[in-house]
């Protein structure tokens, strides 16, 4: 259970709540929510089981484990998995720096307003300013550094869990605020009805890396959490039961921001400030809404801290495993460079917007090269490496501890030596346009 509920902190974040919904709005609806649920339950479960058993059987961090399962050119993955966990976590700590901000000004009520174009007018004022996010964004990294350092991992971890609860509840009762409000109906099929005609290659790749990000998967997290697992852990009823769990904070996230889209009359695809334009104005619509405002962002803020440390522990326990034994220095190096490329992340939707890569501000460039790129590519090198490389030996590992039905074992083995690779490969290459 302890396990389960350490797994799920780190996968229940920001990926769900902010990320979730404006992926699903710019990518059509329906059609993409059915396509991430067939994504997250045959590809993501066997790509979080084959990372949990690289993870039990070495107790090694990402790079040290396939250095020691395997050799060769394998601990490159590792090195991957621990830069990407590195430049997700400077423009989480970004976002997770808006929650924050957003508690404090829900207390100070000054952001909830039931007129859209206000509130998406005070957002862009906001997160434009070269000054105050970059403030909050510095707070943030020092929280998740404090955490990390301070051995009071077990506090946030113990508070986290009556604290998600509580989260899930707030989320139960803003998707029913959210769905009665006027002209709600028309997001609600937005989001559940499926409409295939919009659906491209760059709709998979979008599904794929929301699966990766949201399940924390394809940059060595849940290696680093398998290997704190004990020998008889049961891997497949954690995995499912963490997939589940996250699943369904993403679809509540989606039926509370949705149906609001609709009912105030913003665009689904109006991109990273989605989530922060829609729900000061349904807080606006409730009674007590400053209170309740101030408890999500709060919650939010604490889901974002348990993901930001999982990131952070990736980074740490790499320098710590290859000799520098020294955890305040490492956490503190890497908090320091990490809030060395989050600036330029916050700043790159104000002053320095002008400065682009391939199209796009600094911090969607960052988002879509881990979330599109690397992240997939991690999954379909662990898949490569589980179905390919270890077989048999991973295969005895998964089923230590499990009493699983050979079926399920035959068809976690399937899916892994093919389906997982060919397909990743296939959306990565046609979503990627280079075909
Ligand atoms: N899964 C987290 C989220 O959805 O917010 C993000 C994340 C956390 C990704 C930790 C990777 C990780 F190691």
């Known amino acids: 259970m302890g396990f389960i509920l350490a797994a799920a902190g780190s996968a229940v974040g920001l990926g769900n709540v902010w990320r979730f919904p404006y992926v699903t709005g710019e990518n059509g609806g329906g059609a993409f929510l059915l396509i991430y649920l067939g994504i997250v339950f045959s590809i993501g479960v066997s790509v979080l089981i084959a990372e949990l058993i690289i993870g039990r059987s070495t107790q090694l961090d990402p790079a040290g484990a396939f250095r020691k399962l395997a050799g060769g050119a394998w601990p490159l993955v590792g090195y991957m998995s621990i830069l990407t966990a590195f430049v997700i976590l400077s423009f989480y700590c970004v976002i997770a720096g808006w929650t924050v901000a957003y508690m404090a000004k829900s207390i100070a009520g000054s952001v909830l307003l039931s007129d859209l174009e206000q509130v998406g007018s005070a957002f862009d004022t906001f997160i434009t300013d070269p000054l105050e996010p970059v403030l909050y964004t510095a707070l943030f990294v020092g929280l998740t550094v404090f955490v990390a350092l301070g051995g009071i991992a077990n506090g946030i971890e113990r508070a986290a869990r009556l604290l998600m609860p509580a989260l899930f509840i707030i989320l139960l009762v803003l998707v029913a605020r959210s769905v009665t409000l006027d002209g709600a109906v028309e997001g609600v099929a937005f989001f559940l009805q499926p409409d295939f005609t919009k659906v491209t290659w760059g709709t ?63 665009t689904p695809s109006a991109g990273p400030g989605l989530t922060f334009i829609t729900l000061p104005s349904i807080f606006a619509q409730m009674p007590f809404g400053s209170f309740f405002a101030a408890l999500f962002f709060f919650l939010l803020a604490i889901a974002a801290l348990t993901s930001s440390v999982a990131l952070l522990e990736v980074v740490i326990t790499y320098f710590m495993d290859e000799g520098e034994a020294n955890r305040t220095k490492v956490a503190v190096g890497a908090g320091v460079a990490t809030f060395a490329l989050a600036v330029p992340a916050s700043l790159s939707l104000g002053i320095m917007s002008g400065f682009t890569i391939g199209g796009n501000v600094l911090l969607d460039a960052l988002d879509y090269m881990t979330s599109n790129i690397t992240l997939p590519l991690g999954g379909l090198l662990v898949a490569l490496f589980m179905g390919w490389s270890l077989k048999h030996k991973g295969e005895e590992e998964f089923v230590d501890g499990s009493a699983l039905a050979p079926a399920l074992v035959s068809a976690w083995r399937f899916i892994i030596r093919y389906v997982a690779p060919l397909a990743i490969a296939l959306i990565l290459i046609n979503g990627l346009g280079f075909i």
């Open 204 to 266: 998979l790749l979008a599904a794929l890396g929301q699966a990766f990000f949201s399940l924390s998967l394809g940059m060595g997290a849940m290696i680093t959490y398998g290997s704190y697992m004990h020998r008889h852990d049961d891997i497949a009823g954690s995995a499912l039961a963490v997939t589940v769990l996250d699943a369904l904070v993403a679809v509540l996230a989606g039926l509370v921001i949705l149906p609001a889209v609709f009912a105030f009359g913003a």
